[in-house]
């Protein structure tokens, strides 16, 4: 009976260092998650204005996409597990900082200031942290099913962390979502002490490779190149339902905070399935085929966000689009590591993590002006037909 059982664990759980970094990074998301879906809330009821929601989203990813190269050079260079320490450390202060900020009522430019910052944060922190996955297996059999297990625990915190918003905003206010995200950093501070890795064991001569070396291994592999554009299309107009769901929450749906909370866990849950899903996968071949049949639901699940306006089928749909977005990113993610050499594999995640934020800061930009003057139907639909047509052009290749 207990043989059975611990079949039914994932191998990547059996492995002590896994194991910590995967709890304790959970709890710290669940937290993130939290004080995500009440900054956007907080930022709608202080401006009523979507295009404070599309410059929040800049903001936050403005720093990312100008940083994030150097940042997986940085992750190539030093210890990751010392680089996560620093980042881990910088997010609780700024998740202290904007608690203080709310219950001060600061301006909705301080918020601003606050998410740029952590945007900064996040630039050395992504790719660290993708890369440092692949550290802490010790079978790379095992990389595929621990990268699903990765995000499937992102988005995990993504239904749970909104719900507990939710809530939380409705009875305490938003300023007690920041204070619990800030103490949630100590989960994974925890775990990254007990976590032991070879000392220097990512220093080698090797990791001499340059930002050429990266590029030229992209542009010609015509799978990981494909994969990078639909994913930086998804990055930058698929997001667009994330950017808009508090106004449509409230202008189109007429819900409050806990339904908007329990949208953002419908996103949650198709994100979560999605990652349980590929979990399962163990095949690493013909990914691209299953990338662009991802892109393809994505672009349709907008298009049917903005059609269908009741509670119930806004909910199936944002769970097809949480779905199509995340398999679009995790099975990237995989082909990339599959794909890629140790000495480029920071600067290969720091792509990644670029093409998936891509356009998006300017694409959440002009998604917030656009609805503003066209209105959030229109512009769910019109992001929704470029990335059809996108993905109808990529089916040809």
Known sequence: MSASLSDLIPNPL???????????????????????????????????????????????QVPMAIFTLFGGNVADTFQKKSILYVTQTAFTFVALLMF?????NASFWYFIALTSISGFIAAFDMPTRQAFVVELVDDKRDLPQAIALNSGMFNAARVIGPTIAGF??????????FLVNAISFLAVLTSLFFIKTKKGGNLTSEVKADFKAAYNFTVSNKEILISICLLSMGGSLGISYMVLLPAVAKLILHTGVQGYGFLMGSSGIGSLVAALFLGTRKDTSNLINVIKRFSLLLSISLIGIAIFQN?????????????SLISLAITTNTLI?????NNIRGKMMSIYSLSFIGLSPFGALLIGFLSNSIGIEPTLIICGSILFLADILVMKV
Not at 20 to 39: D, M, N, V
Not at 311 to 323: K, M, N
């Open 337 to 341: 590591q599959v794909k890629t050499p």
């Open 168 to 177: 939380l905003v409705a009875f305490f206010g938003e300023a007690i979502c």
């Open 100 to 104: 203080l900020a709310t219950i001060e």
């Open 14 to 60: 059996k492995q002590i260092n896994f194991s910590l970094y995967f709890w304790g990074q959970g709890i710290s998301l669940i937290g993130s998650w939290i004080q995500s879906a009440a900054l956007s809330w907080l930022v709608y009821k202080i401006t009523l204005s979507t295009s404070a929601l599309g410059l929040l989203t800049f903001s936050a």
């Open 311 to 323: 509670f119930i089928s806004c909910s199936i749909f944002l769970f097809l689009a949480g779905f």
